[in-house]
T-cell receptor, first 113, second 113 residues
Framework: NAGVTQTPKFQVLKTGQSMTLQCAQDMNHEYMSWYRQDPGMGLRLIHYSVGAGITDQGEVPNGYNVSRSTTEDFPLRLLSAAPSQTSVYFC????????????FGPGTRLTVL | GQQVMQIPQYQHVQEGEDFTTYCNSS?????IQWYKQRPGGHPVFLIQ?????EVKKQKRLTFQFGEAKKNSSLHITATQTTDVGTYFCAGLFNGEYGNKLVFGAGTILRVKS
């Protein structure tokens, strides 16, 4: 039981490049979220999903796309990377709509030059 | 918008001293969760408080939820070096279109031995 896994751990992009951050969970959780963490700003919700085929925007969705074709996977796509997207990205999964315990992945540290 | 304010931003204590971090919301929360993030790590769930005035303890950690369900605190008695990290609160707001979890900015705890 690996929990929540994320790849890659580190990534450096040039402005304008696109890429996909991968997230997978093996706990059969219906709900999954993507957060970004910046110094002094806590965790901000980018997008979330309440089940396969259902996604919605969070607090800071601009510049990011998501899809949820299976319960296990929830990839985050950066369409055209910008330096403002330099951050640490965390994926999380949880069992119920009232969140209860969120399980976080190890994170992806992204730098956009 | 819905915000959760957390203070202090930093706390540097001598080992054995107590530590407290506080969270406040301008609107009533459905519940509040607390997470700990070790340096270089990912957030790990500590506890969830749901009821007005609720108090829960985990060894040296005491969590409180205010009577109005708008504020919460985490108190650590006799800090140890293993307590080092960032402590986040996260408030759950009930909305018309679903629940929204909003994180505070976190309190960074450093412990001098």
């Amino acid at each position: 039981n690996a929990g929540v896994t994320q790849t890659p751990k580190f990534q450096v992009l040039k402005t304008g490049q696109s890429m996909t951050l991968q997230c997978a969970q093996d706990m059969n959780h219906e709900y999954m979220s993507w957060y970004r963490q910046d110094p002094g700003m806590g965790l901000r919700l980018i997008h979330y999903s309440v089940g396969a085929g259902i996604t919605d925007q969070g607090e800071v969705p601009n510049g990011y796309n998501v899809s949820r074709s299976t319960t296990e996977d929830f990839p985050l796509r950066l369409l055209s990377a910008a330096p403002s997207q330099t951050s640490v990205y965390f994926c999380a999964s949880y069992r119920t709509k009232d969140y209860n315990e969120q399980f976080f992945g190890p994170g992806t540290r992204l730098t956009v030059l | 918008g819905q915000q959760v304010m957390q203070i202090p931003q930093y706390q540097h204590v001598q080992e054995g001293e107590d530590f407290t971090t506080y969270c406040n919301s301008s609107t009533t929360l459905s519940n509040i969760q607390w997470y700990k993030q070790r340096p270089g790590g990912h957030p790990v769930f500590l506890i969830q408080l749901v009821k007005s005035g609720e108090v829960k303890k985990q060894k040296r950690l005491t969590f409180q939820f205010g009577e109005a369900k708008k504020n919460s605190s985490l108190h650590i008695t006799a800090t140890q070096t293993t307590d080092v990290g960032t402590y986040f609160c996260a408030g759950l707001f009930n909305g018309e279109y679903g629940n929204k979890l909003v994180f505070g900015a976190g309190t960074i705890l450093r412990v001098k031995s």
